[in-house]
């Protein structure tokens, strides 16, 4: 709610709508003879009761307590009927703990079936934890990313922030065992430049002109240590819809970023005419 408190500030065309899910809540029970209104009418009042907590009451333009089999499937089904342009959703590890259990069941499941984008923040992220700096679009400059582009872009628009790109290459580090420290550094600087150049024409491939950071190393990681050395107010990754069994074998960038970012990720689908790769 903080989050979406910051964007109702920052940009303020953008409207919120909150949603409450209660997972298949029991209807009363008779003896109790409490009406089934009644108790709505009760979670209703408890979810603003909620908002109101954190100040975010003027954010929302309404605030919906909906009763789903799951909570994912209701959360779905709001932004459906809502026509919503995206989903806000708390992540359940907070910043810097490397926990078990990072996303949460819910997020978990709706970055594997969501339509539209779907943004994460940590638990305990505050305004003032969000950079000054730009919206960072991670890319690998594949088809899958092309909708995390043109979404980076609608926000920075919509903040007035830069644009830039994180493109993660892979350097040969056996190499560096065979080359002296200049001509590895000679290496390295080529790749760099020829990954920024690609990027570029990347994205204007597309009618989007950005800056490009270049990232090495580790990727997950490298990723969000770049976007937080850029300050950037947030990351945007593409989502390559990897089924439950694909993940056992290789792994998603942006879930990943989405667990472990101190800043918040939206996951974005692939355009419906560009099927992920």
Not at 110 to 119: N, S, V, Y
Not at 141 to 159: H, I, T, Y
Request: net charge negative; with cysteine; aromatic share 6%.
């Amino acid at each position: 709610m903080r989050f979406a408190q910051w964007l109702h500030e920052h940009a303020e065309t953008e409207h919120m709508v909150g949603v409450h899910v209660i997972e298949a809540y029991p209807e009363p029970n008779r003896d109790i003879e409490i009406p089934v209104e009644s108790f709505r009418e009760w979670l209703q009042a408890a979810a603003e009761k909620e908002v109101a907590k954190v100040g975010a009451t003027e954010v929302f333009e309404d605030i919906d307590s909906i009763r789903a089999t799951a909570a994912e499937e209701g959360l779905a089904l709001a932004v459906e009927e809502r026509q919503a342009f995206g989903l806000i959703l708390g992540r359940k590890a907070p910043r810097g703990q490397d926990a078990l259990v990072r996303l949460g069941r819910v997020a978990r499941r709706l970055i594997r079936r969501a339509e539209t984008p779907l943004m994460i923040v940590p638990p305990d992220l505050r305004s003032q934890d969000i950079g000054d700096g730009p919206v960072a679009v991670a890319t690998d400059l594949g088809a899958d990313a092309v909708g995390a582009l043109k979404f980076g872009k609608a926000m920075a628009d919509a903040l007035g922030r830069e644009l830039v790109l994180l493109h993660g290459i892979r350097v040969p580090h056996l190499l560096d065992q065979y080359l002296p420290a200049d001509a590895w550094s000679v290496v390295q600087t080529s790749m760099d430049k020829e990954g920024g150049a690609a990027a570029q024409a990347w994205a204007a491939k597309h009618g989007v002109e950005a800056r490009v950071h270049i990232v090495d190393g580790p990727l997950v990681r490298g990723l969000w240590m770049a976007a937080f050395r850029e300050r950037a107010c947030m990351v945007v990754a593409g989502s390559r819809r990897l089924s439950l069994l694909d993940r056992i074998f290789a792994s998603s960038v942006g879930s990943e970023l989405a667990a472990s970012s101190p800043l918040p990720v939206a996951i974005v689908p692939p355009p419906a005419e560009s099927p992920a790769e």
